[in-house]
């Protein structure tokens, strides 16, 4: 029994001895830290006070480069950098300033890519941006703020390369992005996507019925451009036309509903609605015969009738008119 009691006191003493001796030598390593980080604060002062105020300087989360030797967890050892008074391109220093770097984007993203793996992040490497080479650097900020996680700023950083897209969005009728309602991120995925010009839903009808409901059906009677693709008849970013139609009415319905001129109820409603004329007929659009455009062409032209143009419900909506 006194043996039992002396291990037990013994083992005791080793215990707090190694937890005294742990408890030491990580007061130890907090203080080198925290003296490094000192040293590049030293320097960059405007930097730190940005990055105090982001996601990296956030205490609770170890991934932080706070929790993992602060500055140095992005840009590897900066010994060399410190004793050669702070020249950037000193031997084992990461740099990502494109005029002093000597790192690759696919490098320079790898770093990031270290700490950052959420879901969000798995089609990049199948992804525009990676194909082209973009860093991470290239629409992010540590430094300073942020202007993609911004919605009243991330446009501004996509027109920089999107030059196309800019113009687009600033005719009369899109998406209400300059209003700062929506931005890009709300259809695209910028680190990659499973659609088409990097959506974030296999299909683009997906993509606008997130937000258009109403269109998706299924329906009574469809229309079948709308079940199919919107863009055939919409465009995804801007146009001049009356709810962002590629082309005005009745030229756009004509792409697919040519009209025939044959005899009977077709041509009657060719030469009525839309301004046709048949030789040997008699015009009961526009007055006089023969001259003008018919009334049924102006304002919304087949949509005066066919008004239901994504589809209906109602039994005698064959013609979308109900």
Same mark, same amino acid.
């Given at each position: 029994?006194?043996?039992?009691?002396?291990?037990?006191?013994?083992?005791?003493?080793?215990?707090?001895?190694?937890?005294?001796?742990?408890?030491?030598?990580?007061?130890?390593?907090?203080?080198?830290?925290?003296?490094?980080?000192?040293?590049?604060?030293?320097?960059?002062?405007?930097?730190?006070?940005?990055?105090?105020?982001?996601?990296?300087?956030?205490?609770?989360?170890?991934?932080?480069?706070?929790?993992?030797?602060?500055?140095?967890?992005?840009?590897?050892?900066?010994?060399?950098?410190?004793?050669?008074?702070?020249?950037?391109?000193?031997?084992?220093?990461?740099?990502?300033?494109?005029?002093?770097?000597?790192?690759?984007?696919?490098?320079?993203?790898?770093?990031?890519?270290?700490?950052?793996?959420?879901?969000?992040?798995?089609?990049?490497?199948?992804?525009?941006?990676?194909?082209?080479?973009?860093?991470?650097?290239?629409?992010?900020?540590?430094?300073?703020?942020?202007?993609?996680?911004?919605?009243?700023?991330?446009?501004?950083?996509?027109?920089?390369?999107?030059?196309?897209?800019?113009?687009?969005?600033?005719?009369?009728?899109?998406?209400?992005?300059?209003?700062?309602?929506?931005?890009?991120?709300?259809?695209?995925?910028?680190?990659?996507?499973?659609?088409?010009?990097?959506?974030?839903?296999?299909?683009?009808?997906?993509?606008?019925?997130? &937000?258009?409901?109403?269109?998706?059906?299924?329906?009574?009677?469809?229309?079948?451009?709308?079940?199919?693709?919107?863009?055939? &008849?919409?465009?995804?970013?801007?146009?001049?036309?009356?709810?962002?139609?590629?082309?005005?009415?009745?030229?756009?319905?004509?792409?697919?509903?040519?009209?025939?001129?044959?005899?009977?109820?077709?041509?009657?409603?060719?030469?009525?609605?839309?301004?046709?004329?048949?030789?040997?007929?008699?015009?009961?659009?526009?007055?006089?015969?023969?001259?003008?455009?018919?009334?049924?062409?102006?304002?919304?032209?087949?949509?005066?009738?066919?008004?239901?143009?994504?589809?209906?419900?109602?039994?005698?909506?064959?013609?979308?008119?109900?």
């Amino acid at each position: 029994m006194k043996f039992y009691k002396i291990s037990v006191w013994l083992l005791l003493a080793i215990s707090c001895q190694w937890l005294v001796a742990s408890e030491s030598t990580t007061d130890e390593m907090d203080a080198q830290v925290q003296m490094r980080a000192e040293i590049c604060i030293g320097c960059h002062l405007e930097q730190h006070k940005v990055m105090t105020q982001g996601a990296h300087w956030v205490s609770g989360d170890s991934r932080t480069p706070l929790n993992l030797k602060e500055c140095s967890t992005c840009h590897g050892e900066t010994e060399e950098h410190v004793l050669s008074a702070g020249k950037a391109l000193q031997l084992g220093l990461k740099s990502y300033t494109p005029k002093n770097t000597k790192m690759t984007p696919p490098e320079q993203n790898a770093v990031c890519q270290a700490c950052h793996k959420e879901s969000a992040l798995l089609h990049w490497e199948t992804s525009g941006h990676a194909s082209a080479d973009v860093g991470c650097v290239g629409c992010h900020r540590m430094h300073e703020e942020d202007r993609v996680l911004a919605k009243r700023t991330q446009p501004g950083v996509c027109y920089e390369c999107h030059v196309d897209v800019r113009l687009q969005d600033n005719k009369p009728y899109g998406h209400p992005i300059r209003q700062q309602k929506m931005t890009c991120t709300d259809c695209h995925g910028p680190h990659g996507g499973p659609g088409d010009a990097e959506l974030k839903t296999f299909a683009v009808n997906d993509t606008c019925f997130a &937000c258009h409901a109403e269109h998706r059906g299924p329906f009574l009677w469809e229309h079948t451009p709308v079940s199919d693709n919107c863009v055939l &008849c919409h465009t995804a970013h801007g146009s001049i036309h009356a709810g962002m139609l590629n082309r005005r009415a009745p030229q756009l319905c004509q792409t697919c509903h040519e009209p025939t001129g044959g005899a009977g109820t077709q041509t009657r409603h060719s030469r009525l609605a839309l301004s046709y004329r048949h030789p040997d007929g008699v015009d009961i659009g526009p007055s006089p015969p023969g001259i003008g455009i018919s009334r049924l062409v102006l304002g919304e032209s087949c949509m005066n009738c066919h008004s239901k143009v994504h589809g209906t419900n109602h039994p005698a909506g064959a013609k979308l008119m109900r």
